[in-house]
């Protein structure tokens, strides 16, 4: 059973920058596409990037795009989320998950999912 821990979340101020990471345990993520999402406060999780089994591949959403850099280390079996230009709107509860499909951000398709960490920005 593929499972993950997240970590590399806290408080930043706007314009800062932190690197997420996601280790797993369990099994090999070498077939699996492993995304990104994050759920603020009253608000519906969403997918923000992945990255294909291979790491050749990655999907960012609009709202990410340029400031986001997702890459993987399938040995270490671990994925990396670097967030740099951060915004007050980045303001979530931060997860990875996995989906042996393709890579793009549909949350409903990814079967295993870590229990997520904070990422605060603000003054």
């Known amino acids: 059973q593929l499972q993950f821990v997240e970590s590399g979340g806290g408080l930043v101020q706007p314009g800062g920058s932190l690197r997420l990471s996601c280790a797993a345990s369990?099994?090999?993520?070498?077939?699996?596409?492993i995304g990104w999402f994050r759920q603020a406060p009253g608000k519906e999780r969403e997918g923000i990037s992945c990255?294909?089994?291979?790491?050749?591949?990655?999907n960012y959403a609009e709202a990410v795009k340029g400031r986001f850099t997702i890459s993987r280390d399938n040995a270490k079996k671990t994925v990396h989320l670097q967030m740099n230009s951060l915004k007050p709107e980045d303001t979530a509860v931060y997860y990875c998950?996995?989906?042996?499909?393709?890579?793009?951000?549909?949350?409903?398709?990814?079967?295993?999912w870590g229990q997520g960490t904070q990422v605060t920005v603000s003054t």
């Open positions: 998950a996995a989906d042996r499909g393709a890579t793009i951000l549909d949350r409903l398709k990814y079967d295993y």
């Open positions: 369990g099994s090999t993520l070498d077939y699996y596409v």
């Open positions: 990255i294909s089994s291979s790491g050749g591949s990655t």
